[in-house]
């Protein structure tokens, strides 16, 4: 057996396999509404929870025919008394007779190890009209009910699951309360920076890094994030803040402000990791233009810093992804760029946070590579004037801005001056690399003169 283990025990239907999936953090038991048991043998899946290596135990309906037995047996021959924990699984509903008697079948089954290792698991949490105390003593003014002497019995040891959209965080709670998880003495810091355009998943990647829903998220057709917002989450050993931004082609605002927004947003911050997010599917002009020109934006030192996130994975449909990136070349070259290091999210399924344990790897591991130091120097960074070879290249635009006017000399016009003279239009956008490169990504701003716009310091 693994270190440590923990057996789920209750009822038909009140799930303990989805609360076998929620710990682990993936789909491992099957489960489903029905109105048979789903789980017909005990199984037992392992795999690291917050760097504990735990093996769960799903069990069948305890009272089914000859289960108890079977139960009994099992823990006999494989638990290791010393580093196992039960978990009675009770359905937040009505504390039905038949509910007793499954609980009381499984006490009988725990009693030889003493019920100092057991805990009450009350699921469907999300039904909760106020609180799990509230629940269970809604009727304290009446003589001492059924589910308050259970609870009374196992010493008030209780918790609860959402297994529809809770997070990590219940499952931290539940390992503490076992024992099985110590609180840390120190947190791991880690500072992470999503960017995109509006409607890549940025928001929604966000709430599933963190575990629960931090950031407002809509599905409408202008960018739901305004501002940058950063919101942060207790992970296992590391205290984890996202930090959201707006779309850079937020068409509500201009270039100016959200050039303006993200650099005092990074002024002074200690970045981890700059995460581009990209949505799956057919890639539009601007996708294509913010793919080649973002790791532009911060200077030559942020791309040992930056990874690349998809979102949208559910339409994946069993297909591969590594030939949907073969087969796009801007995709293909920007992952090339950011060494390799790429995750793909399903933000539908919030619960199954294997994908965010990838997600966090490969974001300390990039740490590691950079000697634990986090990306200071995200600032504005003048182009090279000395060398025009190392100035990246324009992004791709008719002489007409969107806004009406001329392209700037030098990146698309007709320029009469002659080779490296240096207009006050370049000397002005060359002060700023980020503001420059939004500027051309959105061609919002885009004016012949310099007076269509201003410097951002």
Same mark, same amino acid.
């Given at each position: 057996?693994?270190?440590?283990?923990?057996?789920?025990?209750?009822?038909?239907?009140?799930?303990?396999?989805?609360? %076998?999936? /929620?710990?682990?953090? &993936?789909?491992?038991?099957?489960?489903?509404?029905?109105? !048979?048991?789903? !789980?017909?043998?005990?199984?037992?899946?392992?795999?690291?929870?917050?760097?504990?290596?735990?093996?769960?135990?799903?069990?069948?309906?305890?009272?089914?025919?000859?289960?108890?037995?079977?139960?009994? $047996?099992?823990?006999?021959?494989?638990?290791?008394?010393?580093?196992?924990?039960?978990?009675?699984?009770?359905?937040?509903? &009505?504390?039905?007779?038949?509910?007793?008697?499954?609980?009381?079948?499984?006490?009988?089954?725990?009693?030889?190890?003493?019920?100092?290792?057991?805990?009450?698991?009350?699921?469907?949490?999300?039904?909760?009209?106020?609180?799990?105390?509230?629940?269970?003593?809604?009727?304290?003014?009446?003589?001492?009910?059924?589910?308050?002497?259970?609870?009374?019995?196992?010493?008030?040891?209780?918790?609860?699951?959402?297994?529809?959209?809770?997070? +990590?965080?219940?499952?931290?709670?539940?390992?503490?309360?076992?024992?099985?998880?110590?609180?840390?003495?120190?947190?791991?810091?880690?500072?992470?920076?999503?960017?995109?355009?509006?409607?890549?998943?940025? !928001?929604?990647?966000?709430? $599933?890094?963190?575990?629960?829903?931090?950031?407002?998220?809509?599905?409408?057709?202008?960018?739901?994030?305004?501002?940058?917002?950063?919101?942060?989450?207790?992970?296992?050993?590391?205290?984890? !803040?996202?930090?959201? /931004?707006? %779309?850079?082609?937020?068409?509500?605002?201009?270039?100016?402000?959200?050039?303006?927004?993200?650099?005092?947003?990074?002024?002074?911050?200690?970045?981890?990791?700059?995460?581009?997010?990209?949505?799956? %599917?057919?890639?539009?002009?601007?996708?294509?233009?913010?793919?080649?020109?973002? +790791?532009?934006?911060? %200077?030559?030192?942020?791309?040992?810093?930056?990874?690349?996130?998809? /979102?949208?994975?559910?339409?994946?449909?069993?297909?591969?992804?590594?030939?949907?990136? &073969?087969?796009?070349?801007?995709?293909?070259?920007?992952?090339?760029?950011?060494?390799?290091?790429?995750?793909?999210?399903?933000?539908?399924?919030?619960?199954?946070?294997?994908?965010?344990?990838?997600?966090?790897?490969?974001?300390?591991?990039?740490?590691?590579?950079?000697?634990?130091?986090?990306?200071? &120097?995200?600032?504005?960074?003048?182009? +090279?004037?000395?060398?025009?070879?190392?100035? +990246?290249?324009?992004?791709?635009?008719?002489?007409?801005?969107?806004?009406?006017?001329?392209?700037?000399?030098?990146?698309?016009?007709?320029?009469?001056?002659?080779?490296?003279?240096?207009?006050?239009?370049?000397?002005?956008?060359?002060?700023?690399?980020?503001?420059?490169?939004?500027?051309?990504?959105?061609?919002?701003?885009?004016?012949?003169?310099?007076?269509?716009?201003?410097?951002?310091?």
């Amino acid at each position: 057996m693994a270190r440590h283990s923990i057996v789920l025990l209750g009822h038909t239907g009140v799930g303990k396999s989805a609360s %076998g999936n /929620t710990i682990l953090g &993936r789909t491992a038991f099957e489960s489903k509404a029905t109105f !048979t048991s789903v !789980t017909t043998e005990i199984k037992k899946e392992t795999d690291t929870v917050f760097g504990r290596e735990i093996s769960v135990i799903d069990t069948p309906g305890i009272l089914s025919e000859g289960i108890e037995t079977e139960i009994q $047996t099992f823990c006999k021959e494989n638990l290791d008394s010393s580093s196992c924990r039960f978990l009675v699984v009770v359905k937040i509903d &009505r504390f039905t007779k038949e509910q007793l008697e499954a609980v009381n079948a499984t006490i009988r089954v725990i009693e030889p190890y003493g019920l100092d290792q057991a805990y009450l698991l009350f699921t469907r949490a999300d039904h909760l009209a106020g609180t799990l105390e509230e629940f269970i003593n809604k009727e304290k003014e009446s003589p001492e009910s059924p589910l308050q002497r259970i609870v009374r019995k196992f010493g008030g040891r209780v918790c609860s699951f959402d297994n529809r959209n809770g997070g +990590p965080d219940q499952v931290k709670e539940l390992l503490q309360k076992t024992g099985i998880l110590s609180a840390p003495e120190s947190l791991e810091k880690r500072k992470i920076v999503l960017y995109g355009l509006s409607g890549a998943g940025k !928001t929604s990647s966000g709430n $599933t890094i963190l575990g629960s829903k931090k950031f407002k998220s809509d599905c409408g057709f202008e960018s739901s994030t305004k501002t940058c917002v950063s919101k942060s989450a207790i992970i296992g050993s590391q205290e984890i !803040t996202v930090m959201d /931004t707006p %779309g850079v082609d937020d068409s509500s605002r201009s270039p100016q402000e959200v050039a303006k927004d993200l650099l005092g947003a990074l002024c002074g911050e200690h970045v981890h990791a700059l995460v581009i997010v990209v949505k799956i %599917g057919k890639l539009s002009k601007e996708d294509c233009s913010f793919l080649q020109y973002f +790791p532009s934006m911060f %200077g030559p030192d942020a791309l040992r810093s930056t990874m690349v996130l998809f /979102t949208h994975g559910d339409g994946l449909g069993g297909e591969s992804f590594e030939e949907k990136i &073969r087969a796009n070349k801007e995709v293909s070259q920007l992952i090339e760029q950011c060494k390799e290091r790429y995750c793909v999210f399903d933000n539908t399924q919030c619960s199954n946070w294997q994908q965010v344990r990838n997600f966090l790897q490969i974001v300390d591991k990039m740490v590691q590579q950079n000697g634990e130091q986090p990306c200071d &120097r995200l600032e504005a960074t003048p182009f +090279p004037q000395q060398d025009d070879n190392s100035r +990246p290249k324009p992004f791709p635009q008719s002489s007409q801005s969107r806004s009406g006017g001329n392209a700037p000399s030098g990146y698309g016009s007709t320029d009469p001056r002659s080779p490296g003279e240096e207009s006050s239009d370049e000397r002005i956008s060359s002060s700023c690399c980020l503001c420059q490169c939004l500027r051309y990504l959105l061609c919002g701003c885009c004016q012949s003169g310099h007076d269509g716009y201003e410097p951002i310091n």
